[in-house]
């Protein structure tokens, strides 16, 4: 089964740290994906890579920046935590087919709140 | 501008009866829609799919039925079980988008006994 890990399950973070939310998957996808879900929005999403290195903005990307250093690894940076990013976090990852039978696999989720 | 709508937030079926959930999309690009489960403090597990060329898919008690002119899907689910109480998720893509999906704004369904 695939496997995707969120560091934490709860997180409670002050105005104006710096949040670090970490994601590891063990099934060597190439794409990995953050989305935020809060409720009446559904799932948005912030963003995602498709490589290692690799970075593309979803429809969310401010206030966030993202770094994939690894293949395995999808880490979620708040550079500065405000109190409008207090959400759950859900982090994914996929396999590329090429086809369109490609679906996430998503992580159990990091509720954060910003106090 | 939500791509994908879900207009019913919540759902209420009895055990043994038909739940049936809707979707809406407006972008005329996507050609891959998917269902997600999810469960409080877990995250969203894939359901069920279909691609834009079938205009019904069934996986046991999971039927998704797609209308392509009228840019609707829903899910059906028979018979509905207390172990489906759950929020559910429609989500669309365009293929060649290495899985990057718009999800609707979700519907919360209780199967009550």
């Known amino acids: 089964d695939v496997k995707v890990t969120q560091s934490s399950r709860y997180l409670v973070k002050r105005t104006g740290e710096k949040v670090f939310l970490e994601c590891v998957q063990d099934?060597?996808?190439?794409?990995m994906f953050w989305y935020r879900q809060d409720p009446g929005l559904g799932l948005r999403l912030i963003y995602f890579?498709?490589?290692?290195?690799?970075?593309e903005k979803g429809d969310i990307p401010e206030g966030y920046s993202v770094s994939r250093e690894k293949k395995e690894r999808f880490s979620l940076i708040l550079e500065s935590a405000s109190t409008n990013q207090t959400s759950m976090y859900l982090c994914?990852?996929?396999?590329?087919?090429?086809?369109?039978?490609?679906?996430?696999?998503f992580g159990s989720g990091t509720q954060l709140s910003v106090l | 501008d939500q791509q994908v709508k879900q207009n019913s937030p919540s759902l209420s079926v009895q055990e043994g009866r038909i739940s049936i959930l809707n979707c809406d999309y407006t972008?005329?690009?996507?050609?891959?829609f998917l269902w997600y489960k999810k469960y409080p403090a877990e995250g969203p597990t894939f359901l069920i799919s279909?691609?834009?060329?079938?205009d019904k898919n069934e996986d046991g008690r999971f039927t998704v039925f797609l209308n392509k002119s009228a840019k609707h899907l829903s899910l059906h689910i028979v018979p509905s079980q207390p172990g489906d109480s759950a929020v559910y998720f429609c989500?669309?893509?365009?293929?060649?988008?290495?899985?990057?999906?718009?999800f609707g704004t979700g519907t919360r369904l209780q199967v009550t006994l």
């Open positions: 890579s498709y490589d290692v290195k690799m970075k």
């Open positions: 994914a990852s996929s396999f590329t087919t090429g086809g369109s039978n490609e679906k996430l696999f």
């Open positions: 989500a669309a893509s365009v293929t060649g988008t290495a899985s990057k999906l718009t």
């Open positions: 099934m060597d996808h190439e794409n």
């Open positions: 972008n005329s690009m996507f050609d891959y």
């Open positions: 279909i691609s834009s060329i079938k």
